[in-house]
Structure formats: C-alpha cells, structure tokens
C-alpha cells in the first residue's frame, strides 16, 4: 500500500525502496512492479526513464532473499520448491478453478476449506471486476494477478489469506459500505 501511496505522490524512489521491502518479505510483493510500471506509463502516457529506473529496485528485494536463501540452504527458488510439501504444482490457474467446479462437493480436505477459498476467489475476481468497471486499470490488474499468483499453484489451499493482503479489495468494500444498505 505505501508503494502505492508513494508512487501517486510521485515519491519515485521511495516507491522503489518500498516496493523492494515488499518483494523481500513476500514472493508476492515481486508484482508491483508490473502494477507500478502500468501506473506510471498510464499516468504520464508514455515511457519515462526517470520513474520507471527507481522501480527496478522492486525485483531487488526478492533477488535478495533469493541470495540469502541461497546461502542457507544451497537453493534460491528454495520458496518456491517447498511448495511440494503442501501438494502444490505449477498449473494454468484456470485448471485450479476447473478442477474445484468438477467437485464443488467437496467442502473441506485437511488444512483446506475448499469451499471458503472457492468463495475468496470469486470475491477477489469480483472485486478485481468492480475495480475495471470504475476505470481504476491498475488497482483491478494488482487485484487480479495477486489472486492468480496463489491459484496457479494447482491447489486453492490458502487463497483466503493470500486474498486478505490484496489492498484494492478494501477500497471496494470501503466503496460499497459507504451506501447504507450494504452497510447495514
């Protein structure tokens, strides 16, 4: 969120530095540097080297942590390989999607309440929706590839918490709270 804040203040480096804080902590924090090159190229029409440079200090945070985990365990994807504990594979995101709708039964497995994080999907891709509807281009295409980073994971265990930490979702419920009815 203070990536985003700083980069609407045209604060360029410190949106950098803030982006590369993000990516170092979460795999995750890696895509706003899409979302702020898009912001940045939709702000000021064009291809401006002097707010895109500072940007490239996002993927820094990551390769970062990469390089520590390199030297504690000999594996720099080491976060992204672990995931086979958990049952998870690379997969086209929509197959995760496929694969809940073929059993929609299926309410719970162990440490996965299927259904409750079907329902988080939908909500975000809702939200990322209203988002599109309202013009807001980059706060949908945050919403949206924050939500296809977990789902492309062949599994939809843990989508619920990953979906939480997508800050444009509660713009849309602050949006639509503010009307009384859906308040109430």
Same mark, same amino acid.
């Given at each position: $969120? ?11 480096? !410190?949106?950098?530095? +803030?982006?590369?804080?993000? *990516?170092?902590? =979460? ?15 939709? &702000?000021?029409?064009? @291809? ?6 500072? !940007?490239?200090?996002?993927? %820094?945070? +990551?390769?970062? /942590? ?10 720099? /994807? ?5 995931? %086979?504990? @958990?049952? =998870? ?8 999607? @496929? ?7 299926? $309410?719970?497995?162990? @440490? ?19 988002? !599109?509807?309202? =013009?807001?281009? $980059?706060?949908?295409?945050?919403? /949206?590839?924050?939500? %296809?980073?977990?789902? *492309? ?7 619920? &918490? ?10 849309? !419920? ?11």
């Amino acid at each position: $969120v203070s990536s985003f804040l700083a980069a609407r203040r045209e604060q360029w480096l !410190l949106t950098g530095i +803030l982006g590369a804080l993000a *990516s170092a902590t =979460r795999s995750g924090g890696v895509l706003l540097f899409p979302a702020l090159v898009l912001y940045s190229i939709l &702000r000021y029409r064009s @291809w401006r080297p002097k707010e895109m440079l500072p !940007l490239l200090l996002i993927p %820094v945070g +990551l390769v970062a /942590f990469m390089i520590l985990l390199w030297m504690f365990t000999g594996n720099p /994807f080491a976060f992204k390989d672990v995931q %086979v504990a @958990w049952g =998870r594979r690379t997969a086209f995101f929509i197959s995760t999607l @496929w694969e809940y709708l073929l059993n929609p039964r299926e $309410v719970a497995a162990p @440490w996965n309440p299927i259904a409750l994080n079907f329902a988080a999907v939908i909500g975000t891709l809702g939200c990322a929706l209203f988002l !599109l509807k309202r =013009r807001e281009w $980059v706060l949908s295409f945050y919403t /949206f590839i924050a939500l %296809v980073l977990p789902i *492309s994971t062949s599994s939809l265990q843990s989508v619920t &918490r990953y979906s939480a930490v997508i800050f444009p979702i509660f713009i849309v !419920l602050g949006i639509l709270g503010s009307r009384p009815k859906v308040d109430h």
